[in-house]
């Protein structure tokens, strides 16, 4: 099908186009000057392939977020996370004049806590169910794979047992709360004990202290109906009572230590879901073989694929002569986005391996005349569910794939993976299903137009 929709005149024409009244205008300005009976045509009937496609592994530490919880999606299974990290000991503070003047003299202890910043916004599930966070102590050193310095969400390093603290709490998605667990008290004293010992050489130092105590799990029972984020900023807290003229209250605080050692462990269950297939091995799993859908939820393994198998067929439209402007628009299924939101930013990243690795992101040229990651600019219609979608200008994309030799285009891997830009990726729950081209609930469509030569 093709549509006409204006001439353009010789020498003179500036044309805009109204994709939608809330889409921005496409301007083609005097691309074909000195060219008579020309016209711009838009073609909608080019079919994208859509597909799911599985990650491997992704890094999780230095992000300055931890996860704990899990819940079940209808959709894509049974997701569980937990979070490690290391501890530094207060400041040293060694006695040197003898007199006996140490901050912890005339004090008795009191308790030991932790205490947990929650991230803002980072959060997914129900939140009128309460979520239990669970604390242990790592019975090892966290240690990144192959001598590396990261580590990923498929890692975990070994903890003791016995929980030293737990506690149930209502989290309140409007406000960024902190929480408090009480630890084990027999843990909190030895602690006291060490910080009062100026010749302690666990506390004298935090390579000493790492090698005493080699860290802290948060997690929470594998049946939990949250998954939440929390901040670097967790302090175990030893709390104590200084006598003097008043009784006050104390405390000395272990903070997080190696923010790079800092990660989260995420598994998913995806039995009986409609991507369960999707694996190491199976990596990519087709929109016609799962109802014509496609499932994106990064930090739970997978992306979505878009591929143009046909885009050579552009210089084959009748009396083509120059492509103007090239628009995808990705719609996710109506329905889909009212218990689980939507990602707020898409991107749309370059491939062209069969594992899928992610290369250079779609960009626009921005007001600074620098380019700028193109992140679909989220449209939620609120009333019908029709018009929600994401919108990307793939226009240098295709006259890129155009110069291609057609003996070595499109390829068997060369495509586009839409993903939550990459701060999100490994931190952020929010999900999308998206339909493809012959999908009436979420259609994906690529608009080209171009101009001919009648």
């Known amino acids: 099908m093709t549509k006409s929709f204006l001439t353009i005149l010789l020498f003179s024409a500036s044309v805009f186009f109204f994709a939608s009244c809330t889409k921005p205008d496409i301007q083609f300005g005097q691309e074909l000057v000195n060219i008579s009976n020309t016209q711009i045509v838009m073609v909608d009937t080019f079919s994208p392939k859509l597909s799911t496609v599985y990650i491997d592994s992704f890094i999780t530490s230095g992000k300055g977020v931890g996860l704990t919880g899990g819940y079940t999606d209808p959709v894509f299974g049974k997701i569980n996370t937990q979070s490690y990290f290391e501890l530094a000991p207060p400041p040293y503070n060694k006695d040197y004049t003898g007199t006996g003047s140490s901050i912890y003299d005339n004090t008795v202890y009191d308790s030991l806590s932790l205490i947990i910043k929650l991230q803002g916004g980072s959060y997914y599930g129900d939140t009128t169910k309460q979520i239990q966070i669970n604390v242990h102590r790592l019975a090892e050193l966290i240690t990144p794979p192959n001598n590396g310095s990261a580590l990923y969400n498929v890692n975990t390093t070994a903890v003791y047992p016995t929980a030293l603290g737990s506690g149930t709490f209502t989290i309140y998605p409007a406000r960024t709360d902190t929480v408090a667990i009480k ?7 030895e602690l006291y004990n060490k910080l009062k010992n100026s010749n302690d050489i666990d506390m004298q130092n935090s390579s000493n202290f790492l090698l005493y105590f080699n860290g802290l799990r948060i997690s929470s029972p594998a049946l939990s109906n949250l998954a939440i984020g929390y901040k670097d900023s967790v302090i175990m807290r030893v709390h104590y009572r200084k006598f003097g003229m008043y009784v006050t209250n104390e405390h000395s605080d272990f903070t997080v230590y190696n923010p790079g050692h800092h990660y989260s462990n995420i598994t998913i269950n995806r039995t009986g879901t409609p991507v369960a297939g999707i694996n190491s ?9 799962t109802n014509n859908k496609s499932y994106l939820q990064a930090i739970t393994g997978t992306m979505v694929k878009i ?7 552009i210089l084959h439209l009748p009396n083509y002569v120059k492509l103007m402007s090239a628009r995808l628009i990705v719609r996710p299924m109506q329905g889909s986005y009212v218990t689980y939101p939507l990602p707020p930013q898409l991107r749309l990243s370059v491939t062209s391996t069969a594992a899928n690795n992610i290369g250079n992101d779609i960009v626009f040229v921005n007001s600074a005349g620098g380019a700028a ?3 679909g600019g989220l449209y939620i219609d609120n009333i019908t569910g029709v018009n929600t ?9 295709f006259k890129s794939l155009l110069l291609i030799s057609a003996g070595t285009f499109p390829g068997d891997h060369n495509g586009l993976l839409l993903s939550p830009p990459s701060n999100f990726f490994e ?7 998206i339909g493809n081209n012959i999908n009436t609930l979420g259609k994906l469509e690529l608009q080209i137009y171009y101009g001919s030569v009648q």
């Open 281 to 289: 091995v199976n990596r990519e799993i087709p929109s016609e073989q």
């Open 307 to 313: 591929t143009f198998p046909t885009v050579s067929d």
């Open 373 to 375: 990651t193109q992140y």
């Open 183 to 189: 630890l084990n008290n027999a843990l909190g004293v």
């Open 427 to 433: 931190t952020n729950f929010n999900r999308a299903i």
């Open 389 to 397: 979608s994401y919108s990307y200008d793939l226009t240098a994309y």
